[in-house]
């Protein structure tokens, strides 16, 4: 009778501990890079409207995430909200400037105002900040890489488009000939620029260009991970 007894009250003790346990543990609280990580992972299937609410939530758990504000300006960008992308992108940037993936945020501003026009901004931003801040020796293939379609390449080509535009032939010849060169063609421009058939050529090579790159023709590998900088993507 007592051994039975015993063994009741174990059985009872176990279950106890059983129902207990789970009430026990501690609410899974998401950090605002959960947030972002289910952002992206939205990005990634082109659900965009769901994304924008991740990344949204993601800012106003903590409004100094710095990959929430990218989020934000590469969706914004998709959606055609280019000027609601180059606010994310800048009200970031007035906070900090110095973290890794800010390449992230010049490409993203440079496609954003090269989408509105402002072919001055679009060139800034492509040239001083981005090509400005590569360091070739960590970022020398950088890639975007939550679409890794979206890379140097681009920038550079958006470089060339609004220095055309600009009237700036020789830069826009420059940056052709330096697409070129990244690809791994062999390919030089030398034309004149001042005549009209100079000019024609270098459009042609452009829209050449243009076409090539979006359909990934390139000779960039961005999963490679051999770099340690932003733009290498494991």
């Known amino acids: 009778m007592i051994n039975h007894l015993k063994s009741t009250l174990i059985l009872l003790a176990i279950t106890l501990v059983v129902i207990f346990l789970p009430n026990c543990r501690g609410d899974i609280i998401a950090t ?117 379609d979206i890379n140097q390449l681009d920038v550079r080509l958006i470089l060339a488009i609004s220095e ?22 062999s390919t030089v421009l030398n034309e004149d620029l001042t005549t009209v058939q100079g000019r024609t050529v270098l459009v042609g090579h452009i829209s050449s260009l243009q076409k090539s790159i979006k359909s990934g023709e390139n000779g960039l590998n961005c999963s490679e991970d051999d770099g340690s900088g932003g733009g290498y993507c494991s």
């Open 32 to 148: 605002d890079e959960d947030y972002s990580t289910y952002g992206w992972s939205m990005y990634e299937n082109k659900d965009y409207m769901d994304a924008l609410v991740w990344f949204g939530d993601a800012i106003k758990k903590d409004s100094s995430h710095f990959d929430a504000y990218n989020g934000m300006g590469w969706t914004m960008g998709h959606l055609r909200q280019v000027d609601s992308s180059v606010y994310y992108f800048q009200k970031y940037l007035s906070q900090d400037s110095s973290f890794v993936d800010v390449l992230d945020f010049y490409a993203g501003l440079s496609f954003a105002y090269n989408a509105i026009g402002n072919d001055t901004l679009a060139r800034r931003y492509a040239e001083t900040y981005f090509f400005g801040n590569q360091n070739s020796d960590l970022d020398a293939d950088w890639c975007f890489c939550h679409n890794t």
């Open 164 to 185: 055309f535009r600009m009237a700036l032939f020789d830069n826009c010849q420059s940056s052709v000939n330096q697409i070129y060169k990244d690809i791994g063609l």
